[in-house]
């Protein structure tokens, strides 16, 4: 069965950091495009970084640059999003997806087949 599922999410307080895991199952994640997203309380979701081997170096929102650092562990078969100096405007439920590899990440980031759950951070002020 294809599948994430995240983890690592928390209560922070401003300026602490975290680091989420997206593990996957049934296909390899450095074969695919992997993203990060996130959906704050009565905001739409937003795209926070996106790794995908075809295309070069992650790519990260402007919002995310800077203090989010995006990396993937083969033997682990796991993704990991990093947060740093979060602050209360990180609050959200974060997302992983998977999709093909693709050279852009116009493409890379946006042609997603693979959800997981979810997986809720909240920073405190």
């Known amino acids: 069965e294809v599948q994430l599922v995240e983890s690592g999410g928390g209560l922070v307080q401003t300026g602490g950091s975290l680091r989420l895991s997206c593990s996957a199952s049934?296909?390899?994640?450095?074969?695919?495009?992997i993203s990060w997203f996130r959906q704050a309380p009565g905001k739409h979701r937003e795209g926070v970084a996106c790794?995908?081997?075809?295309?070069?170096?992650?790519y990260y929102a402007d919002s995310a640059k800077g203090r989010f650092t995006m990396s993937s562990d083969r033997a682990k078969n796991t993704v990991y999003l990093q947060g740093s100096n979060l602050k209360p405007e990180d609050t959200a439920v974060y997302y992983c997806?998977?999709?093909?590899?693709?050279?852009?990440?116009?493409?890379?980031?946006?042609?997603?087949?693979?959800w997981g759950q979810g997986t809720l951070v909240t920073v405190s002020s």
């Open positions: 790794l995908s081997r075809s295309a070069g170096t992650p």
């Open positions: 997806a998977a999709g093909p590899l693709f050279s852009d990440y116009l493409r890379a980031c946006g042609r997603l087949d693979v």
């Open positions: 049934g296909f390899i994640v450095d074969d695919r495009s």
